[in-house]
């Protein structure tokens, strides 16, 4: 069972910048995507990034809003998936959620595990 736990949220103002991590206990072939989610108040989930963590696909952006300002990577000595989180607007304020899979795709329904999600606050 591959357990995801998120860390790094907070509160910033806008045009802060903020790094999420999310550490995984195993790695399996169900969990080869690393993706973050977030969902803000009264809203639907909604996918962020993905990024292959061993097979060749590299990094895939859900969300255009982000591109230019959220970096995904990871470090699988260890085994943590990093967003890095610049220039941040009011509008990305979420609760933000890793979420693993065997492929990277933008609907929740194709990820296996979850972690508990991370708040990010970003007041104007």
């Known amino acids: 069972q591959v357990q995801l736990v998120e860390s790094g949220g907070g509160s910033v103002q806008a045009g802060g910048s903020l790094r999420l991590s999310c550490s995984r206990s195993i790695h399996t072939v169900n969990s080869n995507c690393v993706a973050w989610f977030r969902q803000a108040p009264e809203k639907e989930r909604e996918g962020v990034v993905g990024i292959y963590i061993y097979t060749s696909g590299g990094t895939i952006y859900y969300d255009e809003s982000v591109q230019g300002r959220f970096t995904i990577s990871h470090d699988n000595a260890k085994n943590t998936v990093y967003l890095q989180k610049n220039n941040l607007k009011p509008e990305d304020t979420a609760m933000y959620y890793c979420?693993?899979?065997?492929?990277?795709?933008?609907?929740?329904?194709?990820?296996?595990?979850w972690g508990q999600g991370t708040q990010v606050t970003v007041s104007s």
């Open positions: 979420a693993a899979g065997p492929t990277c795709s933008r609907a929740v329904v194709d990820y296996y595990y």
